[in-house]
């Protein structure tokens, strides 16, 4: 393999995510390395015997053709070399940085946010992650600097959550009712968060 290449994931648009996420994770034995965004999510990266796959909400049917990303080191790459490359049977082969880009932090647009549960317009309730309901609590996300979502689950029990990152500067997690067993991945046992946490 060139040197510049550090790992290949193969693209996959899938009309209904959470359908292809379940078929790859029960029915094939893959493991899930990512989900994004937790409220909304439109990406999940799986990998299992030998293969990594992208999985990419797609709603519209004539996105639904597959490619190949080859994750490189972009400085590395020798001089002339397309980004984009067709192979002779039609692939497209897309070389894309391996590293993750740094976190952007847009202009702060500063604003009075308040969100009563009872308001209509407050915001709607959407499924997100792992069978979970999310409510956006600041609409605007002030420019898109911060992102705060009200997250409950309909049913006591074990939800089905996959491993997942946020690509944010902070993150604060409070439990308003009930109580929640979480992990972190690297960092320690399992651990619970009670109410008033």
């Given at each position: ?126 499924m997100g992650r792992a ?55 690297d960092q320690g046992e ?8």
């Amino acid at each position: 393999m060139p040197e510049f290449i550090r790992a290949a994931q193969i693209r996959l648009a899938c009309p209904d995510l959470e359908a292809s996420l379940r078929f790859y994770t029960d029915k094939l034995g893959f493991s899930v390395e990512l989900v994004m965004p937790a409220d909304a999510p439109s990406l999940a990266v799986v990998s299992a015997h030998g293969l990594t796959l992208r999985l990419e909400a797609a709603a519209h049917p004539a996105a639904t053709a597959a490619d190949l990303r080859l994750l490189c080191d972009m400085k590395s790459l020798p001089a002339g070399l397309a980004h984009e490359l067709t192979a002779p049977e039609g692939t497209r082969v897309v070389l894309v940085e391996a590293a993750a880009p740094p976190v952007e932090l847009p202009e702060a647009r500063q604003e009075f946010v308040l969100a009563h549960l009872g308001d209509k317009d407050a915001g709607a309730w959407g499924m997100g992650r792992a069978g979970m309901e999310y409510r956006d609590l600041i609409p605007g996300r002030l420019g898109g600097r911060f992102v705060a979502s009200q997250i409950r689950i309909r049913n006591g029990g074990p939800v089905g959550d996959w491993v997942h990152y946020h690509r944010i500067r902070f993150q604060m997690i409070y439990c308003l009712k009930g109580w929640v067993r979480l992990v972190y991945e690297d960092q320690g046992e399992p651990f619970i968060l009670n109410e008033g946490d």
